[in-house]
C-alpha cells in the first residue's frame, strides 16, 4: 500500500518497505533527490516539523536523516540545520530529441499569494463541530431550504462580523454563497439587470474577478491605486460607472489600506449617484500590528455589500462565502441565486455555525494569526540579512507582502527562482490591462507553505534575489 504525504512542498509517496516507515521515508528522499525535486542546498524542515507533518515519531525522521548524512545524500551542520547536499549530476546518455527541448524547472515550494495553509485546518475541531451540529440538525435542514442559506449560520454571522469587523448585519440580510467568486457572479448578474453597464475595479487586483463581470455582460475600468489605496475621488468623473469593487482594509496586492478620506470619498460618490461599492473583505481578520480596522460598509449599510469568506481563515476547500447586502438588494440576489444553485451545502453550513457559535473560529483565527505575523517577521528579517536593499511594503497584514525590487529585474527573479524550485508571482502578474506599467515588485504568499516547507521556501527566496 501507498501513503501519499505532501511535505516542504514535494509529494514523497512512501512505501512501507524493509523496516518500515524509516526505509520508506528514506527512499522517499533519494528519489526526491534524485529526480532533482529537491535542489542542492535546500533545507529540509526540522524532524520535529517533518514528524507532525507526517505523524510519525521524530526519531523514526532523525534517524531516516542521520543515515542520509552518512551516505552523502544529505548534510547537517550546527546551526544550518539539515540540506541536501552538493552532489555533481551523473552524466546520462539521452536520445538527441529530449536534448532539443528546453530544460523545464521543477516547483518544490510555492510561494504565490491567495491560498492560506491549508495543512492547518483544524480537522478535529471541525469534526466535533459537525457531528454536534448533525445531531441537532432538524429533519427539515436536509430539505430544499431558503436561498439565503441556514438561519443558524447567517445569526451566528451577523453577530460575529458585528463584534470582529463592525458590519452593520442583519440575519435577514445576510446570503450565504459557496465563496467570493459565487458571490461576485451574483451581484454581476444583479447590476446588469439594474442596467448598469460600468463597474470600476481598481487598477491591481485578480484578473480572475474581471473576467467573471465581463461574463455578465459588465465592463469593468479601472480605478488608479497609489499609496493611500484606490483613488476613490477619481469616481465622480467616470461617467456610466454605477459600482466599483474595492479591497478597502488591504488592497490586494499592493497591501496598502484606504485613506479614511477616500473611504469617505468613496460612500459619497455612492449616496450622491445611487451607486454601489463591493467590498470584498478577503483577510480583514489577519492585521499585525493593530487592531483591524472596521469595514467600510459601517458607514452606510444601504450602499455598502460586505463580502466575506472562510476561505482565509478556514481553507478555500469548504466553499463558504457570504453577503451582507442593503435591504433593498435581498430579493435581487436571492431571486438570482434561486434560478441558479438555490442553496449552498447545509452540511458545510450548520458545522460552520456550529464552529463559530463554539468559538473554535476566534480560536484558531487567533492562532492563524500569530502563525502568520511571525512568518513575515521571519520574511523581514531574512530579507534584512541576505538582501537589505529589498524593501517589503504595505502594511502588516494578511497573508501576503509585497518587496519592491529594482526596476526591470522582476521577470529576471521570478525565473531565477523557478530554477531554485520555487513558484513566484510578480506584480505586474496583477495590474489591469489599461493600466500604465508600474513598478517592479514581488507578491510573496507566505501563508501557503506548510510549517515544515516554509523554512525552505523562504531560502530557495533569498537565494533567488539580486
Known amino acids: 500500500m501507498t501513503d501519499s504525504w505532501a511535505t516542504f512542498g514535494a509529494d514523497l509517496h512512501l512505501e512501507p518497505l524493509g523496516t518500515g516507515l524509516r526505509s520508506g521515508l528514506m527512499e522517499a528522499l533519494r528519489e526526491a533527490v534524485r529526480t532533482g525535486r529537491l535542489a542542492p542546498g535546500t533545507r529540509l524542515p526540522s524532524s520535529r516539523a517533518l514528524a507532525a507533518d507526517l505523524g510519525i515519531a521524530r526519531n523514526t ?22 540540506r541536501v547536499a552538493q552532489r555533481s549530476a551523473p552524466r546520462r546518455a539521452e536520445p538527441v530529441a529530449a536534448r532539443t527541448r528546453p530544460a523545464r524547472p521543477r516547483t518544490g515550494h510555492n510561494l504565490k499569494a491567495g491560498s492560506p495553509d491549508v495543512s492547518s485546518f483544524p480537522r478535529t475541531a471541525w469534526l466535533r463541530a459537525a457531528r454536534k451540529a448533525l445531531t441537532a440538525a432538524p429533519d427539515e435542514a436536509f430539505g430544499y431550504g431558503d436561498a439565503r442559506g441556514r438561519p443558524e ?44 453597464r460600468d463597474l470600476a475595479v481598481e487598477s491591481y487586483g485578480l484578473d480572475l474577478h474581471r473576467d467573471l463581470l465581463t461574463g455578465t455582460g459588465l465592463r469593468t475600468p479601472r480605478l488608479a491605486v497609489d499609496h493611500l489605496g484606490a483613488r476613490t475621488g477619481e469616481l465622480a468623473a467616470m461617467r456610466g460607472t454605477g459600482a466599483v469593487l474595492l479591497t478597502p482594509a488591504h488592497q490586494f496586492p499592493t497591501g496598502v489600506p484606504l485613506h479614511p478620506d477616500r473611504r469617505a470619498a468613496a460612500v459619497d460618490w455612492a449616496r ?17 500590528d493593530r487592531q483591524p480596522v472596521g469595514v467600510l460598509q459601517g458607514l ?50 450548520l458545522t460552520l455555525a456550529e464552529f463559530i457559535a463554539s468559538g473554535a473560529y476566534d480560536r484558531h483565527v487567533r492562532s492563524m494569526r500569530l502563525r502568520y505575523r511571525r512568518r513575515r517577521d521571519q520574511l523581514v528579517a531574512a530579507l534584512a540579512d541576505h538582501a537589505p ?19 526591470g529585474t522582476e521577470r529576471s527573479v521570478i525565473q531565477a527562482a523557478a530554477f531554485q ?24 504568499g507566505y501563508g501557503s507553505p506548510s510549517e515544515s516547507a516554509w523554512a525552505g521556501a523562504l531560502d530557495a527566496l533569498c537565494r533567488a534575489l539580486p
Open 421 to 444: 524550485g520555487l513558484a513566484l508571482e510578480g506584480l505586474s502578474r496583477y495590474r489591469h490591462p489599461d493600466a500604465p506599467a508600474g513598478r517592479d515588485a514581488l507578491v510573496i
Open 153 to 196: 449560520l447567517r445569526t451566528v454571522l451577523a453577530e460575529y462580523l458585528a463584534r470582529s469587523r463592525g458590519v452593520h448585519a442583519d440575519p435577514e440580510r445576510i446570503v450565504i454563497c459557496s465563496g467570493f467568486v459565487h458571490g461576485l457572479t451574483l451581484l454581476g448578474a444583479v447590476l446588469r439587470r439594474r442596467r448598469v
Open 300 to 349: 452606510d449599510p444601504e450602499r455598502v455589500v460586505y463580502l466575506g469568506t472562510a476561505s482565509k481563515s478556514l481553507a478555500p476547500g469548504l466553499r463558504l462565502g457570504w453577503m451582507v447586502l442593503p435591504r433593498g438588494l435581498v430579493e435581487e440576489v436571492v431571486a438570482v441565486k434561486g434560478a441558479s444553485d438555490w442553496m449552498t451545502g447545509t452540511v458545510e453550513q
Open 61 to 82: 525522521v532523525a534517524d531516516a536523516y542521520a543515515e542520509l548524512v552518512a551516505e552523502g545524500w544529505l548534510t547537517a551542520r550546527q546551526g544550518s540545520g539539515t
Open 389 to 407: 536593499d529589498i524593501e517589503v511594503s504595505g502594511i502588516a497584514a494578511g497573508l501576503h507582502a509585497v518587496l519592491e525590487l529594482p526596476a
Open 272 to 288: 450622491a449617484t445611487g451607486g454601489l461599492i463591493l467590498e470584498d473583505d478577503y483577510d480583514g481578520e489577519f492585521r499585525y
